[in-house]
């Protein structure tokens, strides 16, 4: 087996593996979503767990992939993965797997996002609600300089009179 064969053995069980977590990792957090949704804190607790546990197997493959390319005289850039890629492997296999894995990790990015952003939302709720228990104001989302809302500490429009 030549270096170009030997490296791309190496290459395609490394992209596999990611592909593998990142798909477990979008498992992972869609369950999230649906916890998040079902307010199953239980649930969440374990997810995050999981997440974590994934997360830390993507450092170790990606630990990996920079050792694959400092042996095979790239860096670890986007373009030097590709053109490592294109180095060892005429038939494009790796190519195609890596796109796929860079698709499927952007769908994890954009379920992230969205959990993010219903955690966020049930955070301000739980705060409204404690701050009309406690019998103190309620802050007015209001419209900062760059157009998005703000609670009233920014300096900004009141939403109700925009």
Not at 115 to 131: C, E, K, M, P, V
Request: net charge neutral; charged share 25%; proline share 2%.
């Amino acid at each position: 087996m030549n270096d170009r064969q030997h490296y791309r053995s190496q290459m395609l069980d490394l992209l596999r593996a990611e592909f593998d977590c990142a798909g477990q990792l979008h498992a992972t957090l869609t369950a999230e979503a649906e916890a998040l949704a079902s307010r199953d804190v239980d649930r969440l607790e374990r997810l995050v767990g999981d997440k974590q546990a994934l997360m830390q197997t993507f450092e170790a493959l990606e630990l990996r992939k920079q050792q694959i390319l400092e042996q095979t005289g790239f860096s670890g850039a986007n373009r030097d993965i590709e053109a490592c890629i294109d180095w060892c492997d005429d038939r494009g296999q790796l190519k195609r797997g890596w796109h796929l894995l860079l698709e499927r990790i952007r769908r994890c990015q954009q379920q992230n996002r969205i959990n993010g952003a219903t955690l966020d939302s049930s955070r301000r709720h739980a705060q409204q609600a404690l701050a009309i228990l406690r019998g103190q104001p309620i802050a007015v989302p209001l419209y900062n300089p760059t157009g998005s809302t703000a609670l009233n500490e920014d300096n900004g429009r009141s939403l109700a009179k925009a």
